[in-house]
């Protein structure tokens, strides 16, 4: 037994119960009458005291229970404590599901309101501790939220405030719903530390319980016990037209043409006609409507596939900006009726080809349809200014042949012979006579390029680190390989061309056009502007304080860039276009779309069928099923206090 | 200021005329016969020479032959004396109490006593008896002696209308007095509550005499009869002052009833043993009732 705060119970006592002892003895107040005699008064007194020993005794009774009341209330304000075992109930883990099909509006206001509101009353549900027991077994619970990723909003608590505060906060998203990570770091939460684990985590296994639509893409690859998850199905409705890709190119050729390409999916039981309607930096640019025609279910496998169209728009747009094809009628779910694609102003390259002398390589170059070739010596390569070239990015992509200098800027590379040092590369020695044995024809540097008969005398052999992307291998060693290093990407060749018959064949040519064309893509050294939900913004070499990331939702987010220039927005939860702004350089955007077509199928799932079992839907809907009764008693006692005062002062009377 | 003349209080204040009328036809009786002084009309055992007949005796030689029934005699050939009562006149003594207890009560004790007296003295008066009437708190305070006709009406109720009830009482020393006072024979009437700290025995054995028929009447207000309190009281002896701390409760008034009831139950009993008569008077009551009603059927009235 502790006592917490022992002296501040002494000192009341010591104030207290003097107190109260002089209070019992004073006199009471008492109403003066006149009688005629007080004789026989004071005989009825006498009497009375004389025949009614029991109260004396009653009275003694009364301070007695009063004293005990009092040392009751002082022992409670000196706060003792026992040190109990004290487990806690039942334990559930509350999976939400976030992602964009919760989003759907078939359960108003939203799915996911829906199931915030469900869980809610699953809350208010579960069993609170009893305050005046001590070995009580409160219900704990903790929440967490999930599409990819799973986030824990709470953890396990009995306080249901606090609960109800968590599921409060989860924000809608318009992510994947994958319960894998989910279910790991509910089980993670869920063992309790310590050495204790085997006795009691046998019978306080927590349960899950998940509200969700059912559409979640990985259960198949997820074991559970038997009764360790119940699933609470939310939403009703399946009808629901989405885009599920869209992609825009400028053609290599005529860089002023834009091609739009975009695959509308009909997941409803009935054909409809839509309008597709496309945008550029917010005009109009074309409408078309299109029938998508019906869902079906597939005889075979009993999956519903839905009904799919394609629409193509080509457009004439010189200049970059932020492109929008959006489905005009409104539907249950709407993070899917749009997607953004960002353009990038057409673009010829301009080459830097640093070589000592390869008039080969230089005509093969000025075939392909670029900008400027400038050729360069490595001495003059070196005499360059390196910051000039960062800031500026004055050359798209640098060919270096047979030069390797020490140190290079970001830029794209295309490099014969010798391997620039610091990539992981090492070339322990030469090789003579290699033959192409194998090459990756649907890659697309070697799109229609057929290196059969492409034999090197002389070349170099390369030991890639392991994230390099082989394109195609000699007998004994890689010949063609794509890395990205330090914000640089190199398309390493490891012969010199003049010491092969490369020259001579009709895909090196192809083959050049291809890796310039591929070069010209890694735009930003690797940077992509257009992401899928919950992917990152990253930026590079950043040379100011902050950054500006403006979401779709016209908030603003300040970014810090880390010292070495580089800065990360991770949060692209909604989709929409994302603006940068970065000091000193024109507004960046970012397209981040939903595209999934697992997503945009809304049909709630009635079971779940993991790996080892099947989950059915719960069919009753969660109600309030714990009531604590402790407030009718409280008013019942204060009622029957009440009662207890008038029948006490009533029978006084008499 | 110009001196008022006092007004004289009206026996038609205590009395109304209607029960006067019924009172003058009563007259007051004593259960032992009296000797009195004067010739008046009332029978004692003494056979003496008056003129109610009485009774027969046979005569015998050396009687006197005045006294001879002759229609008797001429019936039975006997000769026969009459027999006559003497009668005698009757003192009534009328104490009351005016001491502060009496002044309690709704309606008030001594307004029932005064006009109990007024009732009583009335009928002594009417029927030429004497009567002396003494107030009393501690020891008597006022006295009216002597009085006999219908004259002393209006002094008899001057002085019940102008004493106002206050004062300690002292019954010992009242009876001790009024005994000393009493000549002759006659009746004495005691009225007060009989709520006397220091207790009524000795009091009252001086007033009992081989002369004197003794009436007690304790008039007691409906308040000390049932009293209706509640609560926490301190109740203060009007005359002494004396306070008594009570709770009331079921239990407390039922000790107290219980206590009234043997009070008056022991005041009977006393009374019963010395050949007294008890009455015990509510002042809530009629006074009309207790003259006509009940006083004559304890016979002090007839």
């Known amino acids: 037994m502790q006592w917490l705060t022992p002296l501040v119970g002494l000192y009341a006592a010591a104030v207290a119960i003097p107190l109260l002892l002089v209070l019992y003895f004073l006199k009471l107040k008492r109403h003066e009458m006149l009688v005629s005699s007080t004789l026989l008064w004071k005989r009825a007194v006498q009497d009375l005291q004389v025949n009614a020993p029991f109260q004396k005794l009653r009275r003694n009774l009364l301070l007695l229970l009063q004293l005990l009341a009092l040392i009751a209330m002082l022992l409670a304000l000196a706060g003792p404590m026992m040190a109990l075992d004290k487990g806690p109930g039942q ?462 939702d016209a908030s603003e987010v300040e970014v810090r860039p880390d010292p070495g220039g580089s800065a990360r927005f991770p949060a692209t939860y909604r989709v929409g276009v994302y603006g940068v702004d970065i000091p000193d350089e024109p507004q960046r955007f970012y397209a981040v779309n939903l595209l999934d077509a697992e997503e945009s199928d809304i049909a709630p799932r009635q079971e779940i069928s993991l790996s080892n079992l099947t989950v059915a839907a719960e069919t009753q809907a969660i109600e309030r099923a714990n009531v604590p009764l402790w407030p009718v008693l409280v008013l019942a006692a204060l009622v029957l206090a009440c009662a207890e005062w008038l029948a006490y002062n009533l029978k006084a009377r008499i | 200021m110009p001196a008022t003349k006092p007004t004289t209080r009206k026996l038609t204040e205590l009395l109304d005329a209607k029960f006067m009328a019924r009172l003058d036809s009563l007259d007051v009786l004593s259960r032992k016969i009296l000797q009195g002084k004067l010739q008046g009309e009332r029978r004692s055992k003494r056979r003496g020479q008056s003129v109610e007949f009485a009774d027969h005796r046979p005569y015998v030689v050396g009687d006197d032959l005045r006294f001879v029934d002759w229609n008797i005699y001429g019936r039975l050939e006997h000769l026969f004396l009459k027999l006559f009562l003497e009668e005698q006149d009757l003192t009534i003594h009328l104490l009351v109490d005016t001491s502060a207890s009496m002044g309690m009560g709704e309606p008030a004790k001594a307004l029932f006593a005064k006009r109990l007296t007024a009732a009583l003295g009335y009928v002594s008066l009417v029927n030429n008896n004497r009567l002396s009437i003494s107030l009393f708190a501690d020891g008597l305070r006022t006295q009216l002696t002597h009085m006999r006709g219908r004259n002393y009406l209006p002094q008899m109720a001057e002085m019940l209308l102008t004493t106002e009830c206050d004062g300690f009482s002292d019954f010992e020393k009242a009876c001790r007095d009024a005994a000393t006072s009493r000549i002759g024979s006659g009746i004495t009437i005691v009225i007060s509550d009989f709520l006397f700290k220091q207790g009524y025995d000795a009091a009252l054995r001086r007033l009992i005499g081989a002369r004197y028929d003794l009436y007690v009447i304790q008039v007691l207000s409906p308040q000390e009869i049932e009293p209706e309190l509640g609560g926490d009281l301190k109740l203060r002896d009007i005359e002494d002052g004396d306070a008594a701390e009570i709770t009331v409760s079921a239990a407390l008034l039922k000790y107290y009833r219980r206590n009234l009831a043997a009070y008056c139950a022991e005041l009977n009993g006393f009374c019963t043993r010395r050949g007294a008569v008890y009455v015990r008077a509510n002042s809530a009551d009629s006074v009309e009732s207790l003259v006509l009603n009940y006083l004559r059927r304890v016979r002090l009235l007839r």
């Open chain 1, 91 to 552: 334990r559930y883990v509350i999976l939400i599901d976030r992602s964009a099909s919760m989003n759907a509006t078939d359960v108003a206001p939203s799915r996911l309101a829906e199931a915030r509101k469900q869980a809610k009353i699953f809350v208010e549900s579960l069993r609170g501790g009893a305050a005046v027991s001590l070995r009580d077994r409160a219900d704990h619970a903790m929440v967490i939220a999930f599409d990819r990723h799973a986030k824990v909003m709470c953890n396990f608590t009995s306080d249901r405030r606090q609960l109800a505060a968590a599921i409060d906060a989860i924000e809608a998203g318009d992510g994947a719903s994958q319960l894998g990570e989910a279910v790991t770091v509910a089980r993670a939460f869920a063992q309790p530390a310590g050495g204790e684990a085997d006795a009691s985590s046998a019978e306080a296994r927590a349960k899950l319980v998940l509200f969700s639509d059912g559409r979640i893409r990985d259960v198949e690859t997820i074991v559970l016990a038997q009764d360790e998850l119940a699933f609470h199905r939310i939403g009703q409705a399946q009808d629901n037209v989405a885009i599920t890709a869209m992609k825009a190119r400028r053609s290599y050729e005529q860089p002023e043409q834009v091609e739009v390409f975009a695959s509308l999916a009909n997941y409803g039981a009935e054909a409809v006609t839509r309008d597709v309607q496309l945008g550029v930096n917010g005009n109009v640019r074309a409408v078309r409507s299109v029938t998508v025609p019906a869902c079906q279910t597939d005889a075979d496998s009993a999956t519903p596939v839905p009904g799919k169209v394609a629409v193509n728009f080509s457009l004439a747009h010189n200049g970059e900006g932020v492109l929008e094809v959006r489905q005009l009628t409104a539907d249950a779910l709407t993070c899917d009726d749009a997607a953004w694609g960002v353009l990038e102003p057409p673009k010829r390259l301009s080459v830097l080809l640093v070589t000592e002398g390869n008039p080969v390589l230089e005509s093969a170059l000025r075939a392909c349809p670029i900008e400027r070739l400038d050729p360069c010596t490595p001495a003059g390569f070196e005499a360059m200014d390196r910051a000039l070239f960062s800031m500026q990015n004055a050359y798209d992509v640098i060919v270096l042949d047979n030069h390797a200098p020490a140190r290079l800027p970001r830029c794209r590379y295309l490099a014969f012979g010798a391997v620039p040092s610091g990539l992981d590369v090492n070339s322990p020695r030469e090789l003579e006579s290699q033959m192409i044995v194998d090459w990756r024809a649907r890659h697309p540097v070697l799109q229609h390029v057929n290196l059969t008969n492409l034999f090197a005398a002389q070349t170099r052999m390369l030991e890639l680190p392991r994230d390099a992307d082989v394109l195609a291998e000699f007998n004994e060693s890689p010949a063609l390989a794509v890395l990205h290093r330090r914000g640089s990407t190199f398309l390493l060749a490891g012969f010199d061309v003049l010491q092969s018959n490369w020259p001579f064949e009709p895909s090196f040519v192809l083959f050049c056009y291809n890796a310039l064309n591929f070069l010209a893509t890694q735009a930003g050294g690797g940077e992509q502007h257009e992401l899928s939900v919950a992917e990152p913004i990253a930026l590079e070499s950043v040379s100011a304080k902050t950054v500006t990331v403006t979401c779709p």
